[in-house]
């Protein structure tokens, strides 16, 4: 059979899935979005900032080895540098300046290499034809690109143009091509970060380390800024596919572009932690969502099944209580019945010995055994008739309906006279019953009916519980009253019962709980009980431990 509860089941754990985990999604795609843009824009100007640092950095050792020429140039004639050993101190303190200064030399007007010093054989050389030669003639200041010339290998040159007397001269320096290599190349971005130049043909003036020698043409060109200075940042893929990460500018001091490039994968390696991040997260965070949405809903759908139970155990419960109350009705009909009765059996009783002493008198009945067992049941049925009337009358005055009325009670004598209506029963299940009421008890003002019941109840709770525990043999119960030295009276009723556990103790006075089976209790006593007792102006309190018994105790405020 299909559970009523499967519907909402269903209902609660799809609502309890899909908002938290479209919540949960939202939220992570906004994160994500700002996130990775955020680390996009921030490696980007990282990239940026670097490619900066460095062309300031290569546009500055340009600028010093330029500003050491113009040093020599500014400080020394043009026949003092044609002097061989004056050039030679010349290059030689260029040299402790930097490293990078190969050789020096001096030119005429005509090309003509005048002087030279340095590791090649490059005196006489006419160099009136040469490109550089011509640049520095008409610019007075040039940087070449990276050539062979007449030594055949490699290298770039500064040359600078002075005029004495109206005659032309140039005095030229070549820079080390592997020192100035070293310093491109230095740029480190990550793993796969590289720096090179480029002429404004795309040739190679540094070497690059993923391949590309000097002076050969670059495969795959690249984007110049669109102005001087700017930086330009753009994502490539290479002849291989290999995405990259491009930032190029110009440099100030010479026409050459700077590349700083990097592979996507490994510029981008933070974001994709992040987004295996937020994917890690979402998974957790959904697996999270869904095992507490069935464990949450398994739960509620739980406690509503014992919500339900525990509600049709309170409709029992109050069935059985409207029965018992109707129970109590009939009984207390059944009692004012029965007293009628026993009226007319005491009347037939007092007929009965007022005929036996006529008989006597008159001598028509000779004393006997016979005679003395007749007048003892005479006498025993007197005794059983003021026994049931006393019941009858108990039972007339617990179940009169009346508004309360307070009176000062004299515990002395109303304790006896409620334990009368449970003696038979304790004598019955073999429970001996005790009674310890202080003589100094002082009396209390309060309703006697109501103060009855509540201790009847008490008394068949306790009985409940000695037999729950002792059957029929060992059973005591004690009631008694006592002051407590603070103007009130308290009453208690202690059993040596089951005792109740410590998680109940604090539901005893919750109306319908109830530790007895089904069918033996409603749970409304001692909550009812409790009801009374405070209208009285007064506590009702327990004491229990579990396999030894319990104590209730009422403390009622003294009469006066």
Same mark, same amino acid.
């Given at each position: 059979?299909?559970?009523?509860?499967?519907?909402?089941?269903?209902?609660?754990?799809?609502?309890?899935?899909?908002?938290?985990?479209?919540?949960?999604?939202?939220?992570?795609?906004?994160?994500?979005?700002?996130?990775?843009?955020?680390?996009?824009?921030?490696?980007?100007?990282?990239?940026?900032?670097?490619?900066?640092?460095?062309?300031?950095?290569?546009?500055?050792?340009?600028?010093?080895?330029?500003?050491?020429?113009?040093?020599?140039?500014?400080?020394?004639?043009?026949?003092?540098?044609?002097?061989?050993?004056?050039?030679?101190?010349?290059?030689?303190?260029?040299?402790?300046?930097?490293?990078?200064?190969?050789?020096?030399?001096?030119?005429?007007?005509?090309?003509?290499?005048?002087?030279?010093?340095?590791?090649?054989?490059?005196?006489?050389?006419?160099?009136?034809?040469?490109?550089?030669?011509?640049?520095?003639?008409?610019?007075?200041?040039?940087?070449?690109?990276?050539?062979?010339?007449?030594?055949?290998?490699?290298?770039?040159?500064?040359?600078?143009?002075?005029?004495?007397?109206?005659?032309?001269?140039?005095?030229?320096?070549?820079?080390?091509?592997?020192?100035?290599?070293?310093?491109?190349?230095?740029?480190?971005?990550?793993?796969?970060?590289?720096?090179?130049?480029?002429?404004?043909?795309?040739?190679?003036?540094?070497?690059?380390?993923?391949?590309?020698?000097?002076?050969?043409?670059?495969?795959?060109?690249?984007?110049?800024?669109?102005?001087?200075?700017?930086?330009?940042?753009?994502?490539?893929?290479?002849?291989?596919?290999?995405?990259?990460?491009?930032?190029?500018?110009?440099?100030?001091?010479?026409?050459?572009?700077?590349?700083?490039?990097?592979?996507?994968?490994?510029?981008?390696?933070?974001?994709?932690?992040?987004?295996?991040?937020?994917?890690?997260?979402?998974?957790?965070?959904?697996?999270?969502?869904?095992?507490?949405?069935?464990?949450?809903? *398994? @739960?509620?759908?739980? &406690?509503?099944?014992?919500?339900?139970?525990?509600?049709?155990?309170? /409709?029992?419960? #109050?069935? =059985?209580?409207?029965?018992?109350?109707?129970?109590?009705?009939?009984?207390?009909?059944?009692?004012?019945?029965?007293?009628?009765?026993?009226?007319?059996?005491?009347?037939?009783?007092?007929?009965?010995?007022?005929?036996?002493?006529?008989?006597?008198?008159?001598?028509?009945?000779?004393?006997?055994?016979?005679?003395?067992?007749?007048?003892?049941?005479?006498?025993?049925?007197?005794?059983?008739?003021?026994?049931?009337?006393?019941?009858?009358?108990?039972?007339?005055?617990?179940?009169?309906?009346?508004?309360?009325?307070?009176?000062?009670?004299?515990?002395?004598?109303?304790?006896?006279?409620?334990?009368?209506?449970?003696?038979?029963?304790?004598?019955?299940?073999?429970?001996?019953?005790?009674?310890?009421?202080?003589?100094?008890?002082?009396?209390?003002?309060? *309703? @006697?009916?109501?103060? &009855?019941?509540?201790?009847?109840?008490?008394?068949?709770?306790?009985? /409940?519980?000695? #037999?729950? =525990?002792?059957?029929?043999?060992?059973?005591?119960?004690?009631?008694?009253?006592?002051?407590?030295?603070?103007?009130?009276?308290?009453?208690?009723?202690?059993?040596?019962?089951?005792?109740?556990?410590?998680?109940?103790?604090?539901?005893?006075?919750?109306?319908?709980?109830?530790?007895?089976?089904?069918?033996?209790?409603?749970?409304?006593?001692?909550?009812?009980?409790?009801?009374?007792?405070?209208?009285?102006?007064?506590?009702?309190?327990?004491?229990?431990?579990?396999?030894?018994?319990?104590?209730?105790?009422?403390?009622?405020?003294?009469?006066?």
């Amino acid at each position: 059979m299909k559970s009523p509860y499967a519907k909402m089941r269903r209902t609660i754990l799809s609502s309890m899935i899909v908002v938290p985990l479209a919540t949960l999604m939202v939220v992570l795609g906004i994160g994500y979005y700002y996130f990775t843009t955020s680390l996009e824009s921030s490696t980007i100007e990282t990239v940026k900032r670097i490619v900066g640092d460095h062309r300031h950095m290569i546009d500055a050792f340009l600028r010093n080895r330029k500003a050491n020429l113009e040093f020599v140039l500014n400080s020394y004639p043009f026949h003092e540098l044609a002097d061989p050993e004056t050039l030679y101190k010349i290059l030689f303190h260029l040299q402790k300046e930097s490293s990078a200064f190969v050789d020096l030399g001096l030119f005429n007007e005509e090309g003509i290499h005048v002087n030279y010093q340095g590791p090649y054989r490059l005196g006489g050389k006419d160099y009136g034809k040469a490109p550089w030669f011509k640049k520095v003639m008409e610019k007075g200041c040039y940087i070449s690109d990276v050539f062979l010339g007449y030594r055949r290998i490699p290298h770039f040159i500064i040359a600078l143009r002075k005029e004495e007397g109206g005659i032309p001269w140039v005095i030229r320096a070549t820079i080390d091509t592997h020192i100035f290599n070293d310093l491109v190349k230095k740029v480190r971005i990550g793993k796969s970060g590289e720096a090179y130049l480029l002429n404004s043909e795309d040739i190679f003036q540094t070497e690059r380390r993923s391949g590309g020698n000097l002076m050969e043409k670059d495969p795959e060109p690249v984007k110049p800024p669109p102005t001087p200075g700017a930086i330009h940042t753009f994502i490539e893929k290479d002849n291989r596919g290999d995405a990259y990460l491009y930032a190029t500018t110009w440099l100030q001091e010479k026409d050459w572009l700077l590349v700083v490039r990097q592979e996507k994968a490994d510029a981008f390696r933070f974001l994709r932690s992040a987004v295996y991040t937020i994917v890690l997260a979402s998974l957790v965070g959904g697996a999270g969502i869904i095992g507490l949405s069935f464990f949450l809903t *398994d @739960r509620i759908v739980r &406690q509503m099944e014992r919500v339900d139970a525990e509600r049709e155990k309170l /409709d029992g419960q #109050l069935i =059985r209580a409207s029965r018992l109350a109707e129970l109590g009705e009939m009984a207390t009909g059944f009692a004012h019945e029965i007293n009628n009765p026993l009226q007319v059996i005491k009347s037939e009783h007092a007929l009965i010995e007022a005929i036996i002493a006529e008989f006597k008198e008159k001598g028509d009945l000779r004393v006997s055994e016979s005679l003395s067992e007749l007048e003892d049941s005479v006498r025993q049925i007197d005794v059983q008739i003021g026994r049931c009337a006393a019941i009858t009358q108990s039972i007339l005055k617990f179940g009169r309906q009346s508004e309360p009325v307070a009176e000062d009670i004299t515990l002395q004598e109303f304790i006896p006279e409620s334990t009368r209506m449970i003696e038979q029963k304790t004598a019955v299940h073999g429970i001996v019953m005790r009674q310890e009421v202080s003589e100094d008890t002082p009396r209390i003002h309060a *309703d @006697r009916g109501q103060l &009855q019941q509540v201790l009847l109840n008490l008394y068949n709770n306790a009985i /409940d519980a000695i #037999l729950a =525990r002792h059957g029929s043999h060992g059973g005591e119960l004690t009631v008694g009253a006592r002051p407590n030295g603070e103007g009130k009276v308290e009453v208690f009723v202690t059993d040596n019962g089951t005792g109740i556990s410590p998680e109940d103790l604090k539901k005893v006075f919750r109306p319908f709980f109830t530790t007895k089976p089904v069918g033996k209790g409603t749970g409304l006593g001692l909550s009812v009980c409790y009801g009374i007792v405070g209208r009285m102006g007064g506590v009702m309190t327990v004491q229990s431990e579990k396999g030894v018994g319990t104590t209730f105790i009422v403390t009622l405020p003294a009469a006066g």
